[in-house]
Nanobody
Framework: QVQLVESGGDLVQAGGSLRLSCAAS????????MGWYRQAPGNQRELVAI???????NYADSVKGRFTISRDNAKNTVYLQMNSLKPEDSAVYYC??????????????WGQGTQVTVSS
């Protein structure tokens, strides 16, 4: 059974930093795209950052220059380094991964979410 397990969410003051991690476990052939999304109360889930297998990245305009996404393919893990955090960054952060099965089919997986709260 494939699982995405996130960690690193916390309460932090504005201007502070956090590092989120998400590890994929289970049996699969490979991982394609990985990314982070977030959802604040009353808002729709939105893209934060994604990273492809070749390391190319894409960020939401609101986090460019402050957040960095990276991945360790050997550990099946994706990271989100968040610096200069603002209260408006507060949300539940979800890890997403597109996994390739042994039969070469693609499936979209989500983590359970980790809470990030930034106090002013």
């Amino acid at each position: 059974q494939v699982q995405l397990v996130e960690s690193g969410g916390d309460l932090v003051q504005a201007g502070g930093s956090l590092r989120l991690s998400c590890a994929a476990s289970g049996s699969f052939f490979s991982i394609n795209r990985m990314g982070w999304y977030r959802q604040a109360p009353g808002n729709q889930r939105e893209l934060v950052a994604i990273i492809s297998t070749d390391g190319s990245t894409n960020y939401a305009d609101s986090v460019k220059g402050r957040f960095t996404i990276s991945r360790d393919n050997a550990k099946n893990t994706v990271y989100l380094q968040m610096n200069s955090l603002k209260p408006e960054d507060s949300a539940v952060y979800y890890c997403n991964a597109v996994l390739i099965t042994w039969s070469r089919r693609q499936y979209d997986y989500w983590g359970q979410g980790t809470q990030v709260t930034v106090s002013s």
